[in-house]
Each structure stands twice: as structure tokens, then as C-alpha cells.
């Protein structure tokens, strides 16, 4: 159990620092469907894949201080980041460490916005469907968000890369 939390720590100290639950939501998913050890159970939800056990076990390493999760209030919403603390160091350790082509990965993952990951994580979602089924589902689920065609051939290409590169 300990070392779920520590694999939690260590995907964060590693994208140095997350800004938005939603977009940690989405980064821990993908990590999940590309090997990372990932034992949180995902439902689709508003947003697509969601944990509520991860978002328990942040809160539980918030609470340790393992992580800092800090709010910002932007108006309309509550924006939320977390980073790990120096005592998350040692923890961390049990855990095993990240190689260089995963780390790479994160920090490719870190740089897309949440809606992007939004689209990544509901298509690694339906994986198991034929890629044009994929971009169907897509707009029965997500219909709202209206991705173009364009997004979904980043986002199929941005799958495409991540596993070329042995995330």
C-alpha cells in the first residue's frame, strides 16, 4: 500500500510539481495505461478516466507531508497544485526509480494542457476500439468540447510517440 503512495510522490517530484487535479488525474491514467505502477482503479467520468482512490491517497500524502497542495483562487474556480516536500525524499525510496525514457515522458505529458490530456486519456480509455470507433465515442462523450480532427491526430499522434519512446 505504502509503495502506491510512493509511486504517487515519486510521479510528482519527477514532473516537478502538478498544477491542476484534473490534469494530475489525466497524467497518472496515461502513466497507468503505459506501464508506470499506476494501482488506482479509473471509472469514465465527467472529465474522463477519474480515481477516486488517487484522489484519497493525495489527499492521505497531503496529510502526511509527503505533498504541498496549494490552492489559488483564479475567480471563477479553485485552482490546485502539488509538488513533494524534502521529507518526501526518503519515501519516495520505496518506490522503484524512474528511467530516463518515463521521465521524459512526464515531462512531455506536463506540458499539454488538461483539455489535451482530457482528449489522450478518454482515447487511451477506449483503446481497446478501432480508431475511428475511438474518435466516435469521442463525440458521444465529450461532445461538448468539440474536439477537430486536428486534436485527435495530435492527441493519436502524442499515444503514438509516448510509446515509441518505451514510456
Same mark, same amino acid.
Given at each position: 500500500?505504502?509503495r502506491d503512495h510512493?509511486a504517487?510522490?515519486r510521479?510528482i517530484?519527477?514532473a516537478h510539481?502538478?498544477?491542476g487535479?484534473?490534469?494530475l488525474?489525466k497524467?497518472m491514467y496515461?502513466?497507468?495505461?503505459? *506501464?508506470?505502477? #499506476?494501482?488506482e %482503479?479509473?471509472?469514465?467520468?465527467? @472529465?474522463?478516466p /477519474?480515481?477516486?482512490?488517487l484522489?484519497?491517497r493525495?489527499e492521505?500524502?497531503?496529510t502526511? *507531508?509527503?505533498? #504541498?497542495?496549494? %490552492?489559488?483562487?483564479?475567480?471563477? @474556480?479553485?485552482? /490546485?497544485?502539488?509538488?513533494?516536500t524534502?521529507?518526501?525524499?526518503?519515501?519516495?525510496?520505496?518506490?522503484p526509480?524512474?528511467?530516463?525514457?518515463f521521465?521524459t515522458?512526464?515531462?512531455e505529458?506536463?506540458e499539454k494542457?488538461?483539455?489535451?490530456?482530457e482528449?489522450?486519456?478518454t482515447?487511451?480509455?477506449?483503446?481497446?476500439?478501432?480508431?475511428q470507433?475511438?474518435?466516435d465515442k469521442?463525440?458521444?462523450?465529450?461532445?461538448k468540447?468539440?474536439f477537430?480532427e486536428?486534436?485527435?491526430?495530435?492527441?493519436?499522434?502524442?499515444?503514438?510517440d509516448l510509446?515509441?519512446?518505451?514510456?
Amino acid at each position: 500500500m505504502l509503495r502506491d503512495h510512493a509511486a504517487i510522490v515519486r510521479f510528482i517530484e519527477q514532473a516537478h510539481g502538478i498544477t491542476g487535479r484534473k490534469k494530475l488525474q489525466k497524467m497518472m491514467y496515461i502513466a497507468k495505461k503505459l *506501464g508506470y505502477p #499506476v494501482n488506482e %482503479k479509473y471509472e469514465f467520468h465527467m @472529465y474522463g478516466p /477519474y480515481s477516486e482512490e488517487l484522489t484519497a491517497r493525495i489527499e492521505e500524502l497531503c496529510t502526511m *507531508g509527503f505533498l #504541498v497542495e496549494e %490552492k489559488e483562487d483564479k475567480g471563477a @474556480y479553485t485552482q /490546485y497544485a502539488y509538488s513533494t516536500t524534502s521529507e518526501s525524499m526518503d519515501f519516495m525510496e520505496l518506490s522503484p526509480p524512474l528511467g530516463d525514457a518515463f521521465s521524459t515522458c512526464i515531462g512531455e505529458m506536463k506540458e499539454k494542457s488538461s483539455r489535451f490530456l482530457e482528449l489522450v486519456a478518454t482515447l487511451f480509455y477506449f483503446d481497446d476500439l478501432e480508431q475511428q470507433a475511438q474518435i466516435d465515442k469521442v463525440h458521444i462523450v465529450k461532445g461538448k468540447l468539440n474536439f477537430t480532427e486536428e486534436e485527435f491526430a495530435e492527441a493519436f499522434k502524442f499515444i503514438e510517440d509516448l510509446k515509441k519512446n518505451n514510456c
